[in-house]
């Protein structure tokens, strides 16, 4: 729901585009009018929030709190946007949805081998799958396109 709530604000208040503006070009967005220095401060505080929501969610899961207890959330979570797309708040929602899936099933189908660390090799195979396809269908759409014949101007001959 904050993740919802947080796109529906940047996509539909003046302040929410000044924020996108001012990332995507902050010297253009200084020129017409976007206070840098508020816009940073925003975002400092909203990240400062929503990691406070975000540990407080997660506090009651934490059977012991030691030294890299937190591990798993970062791995898990850095790859569920990186399946995603790091820029995509949408996209690294849906690819955490992909992830839960992809790990449950592996849970149920192959809990009872015994494999210690099975989590990971699943979380970070499909990591490698998808950034595999990506980088592929890239160098693919490249490869078509230089392949295609240039088109000649009317009236130009042969």
Known sequence: ALGFGLQAALRRTDFGLGILASAQDPAAARLVGIPLARVQVTLWGAGAG??????LLVEPTAVIITPGYASDLFVFRLVAAGLGGLTSLPGAFYGGLALGV???????????IGIPGLRYVVVLTVLLAVLLIRASSTELKRIYAAAQPTPRPAGASA
């Not at 929503?50 to 540990?55: K, N, S, T």
């Not at 992809?102 to 009872?112: F, H, I, N, V, W």
């Open 50 to 55: 929503l990691a406070a929501i975000a540990a």
């Open 102 to 112: 992809c790990e449950s099933a592996a849970t149920r189908y192959l809990g009872d």
